[in-house]
């Protein structure tokens, strides 16, 4: 929880995770326009251990199950690496191409084969 705002950074738990205002509504339009819908997350709880990785698959699991509730499905879901792997780079410094504000893990999304047009990084 951010204590200045009073609201999650990002969910931890299944039962946090909540759809944002209009969040559908611009997923049916990308959807619509052909876009592929792909999750880019970098959740450094996990990374870190403050988060088991179980409860984030949990996380993932509550958004996919609320999205499909409003007909909403998919196409990917890419975590960083640091989250697949366990392990966090407490010395990276400077660019990192898969932290924010870098473009790498959506630069890979972007790579990623698929049926749909694909998102071009730029």
Request: aromatic share 4%; glycine share 8%; with cysteine.
């Amino acid at each position: 929880m951010d204590e200045e705002v009073g609201d999650y950074e990002s969910p931890y738990h299944p039962g946090d995770v909540k759809l944002e205002d209009r969040a559908v509504e611009g997923l049916r339009t990308l959807e619509e326009l052909g876009w592929p819908l792909i999750v880019v997350s970098n959740q450094p709880a996990a990374a870190k251990g403050i988060v088991p990785l179980a409860e984030l698959r949990a996380v993932h699991e509550r958004v996919v199950e609320l999205l499909a509730e409003e007909g909403i499905v998919l196409d990917d879901w890419r975590p960083t690496a640091s989250i697949i792997r366990r392990v966090w780079c407490r010395s990276c410094r400077g660019h990192v191409p898969c932290r924010k504000p870098a473009p790498g893990m959506l630069e890979a999304a972007a790579e990623a084969p698929r049926d749909r047009p694909s998102i071009g990084a730029g």
